[in-house]
């Protein structure tokens, strides 16, 4: 049976009660209005949500502007996607916004520099287990202080 008060974005298990996000191990809090942002995207399931409409569910007890949407999608989206410049709440300017999957192609983008530099690190240590430096030094270590 499945529990109505947990949803999944992305990879992330979402507690609707706890205000709770849960990823690779790790649980963040996140204030209610946050939750009820990400729900209303989340139950419209990739189509697009109108700023007027996310303003009336999430707010229900006040009357807010445009700038307080703003400010909450950015809180969300550091929330759900820290390491990624593109995020998974996507803007439809001047309409809405809509909770999308990012690219695997901005995702390796980002990586891209962590990839090469973990690439160099592999062989330059490849290189030098090779050559036999690591053994001589490790034979001789006096004569690295000199």
Do not use: C
Not at 37 to 42: A, E, M, S, V
Not at 87 to 92: C, P
Not at 96 to 120: D, H, N, W
Request: glycine share 6%; net charge positive.
């Amino acid at each position: 049976m499945r529990n109505k008060n947990i949803i999944r974005v992305f990879g992330k298990r979402v507690d609707l009660v706890k205000n709770t996000i849960h990823f690779k191990g790790k649980s963040t809090s996140i204030q209610p209005r946050l939750i009820q942002l990400l729900r209303t995207l989340h139950e419209a399931r990739g189509e697009v949500v109108l700023k007027e409409t996310l303003m009336q569910r999430v707010w229900t007890d006040a009357i807010v502007t445009e700038d307080s949407l703003t400010k909450a999608i950015s809180k969300l989206r550091k929330i759900l996607d820290p390491d990624l410049d593109e995020s998974s709440i996507q803007t439809i300017n001047g309409v809405g916004y809509v909770l999308r999957k990012p690219r695997l192609g901005q995702y390796l983008k980002e990586r891209r520099l962590t990839i090469a530099l973990t690439t160099a690190v592999l062989l330059l240590l490849y290189i030098l287990l090779g050559s036999g430096v690591v053994e001589w030094a490790l034979a001789h270590p006096s004569q690295l202080t000199n």
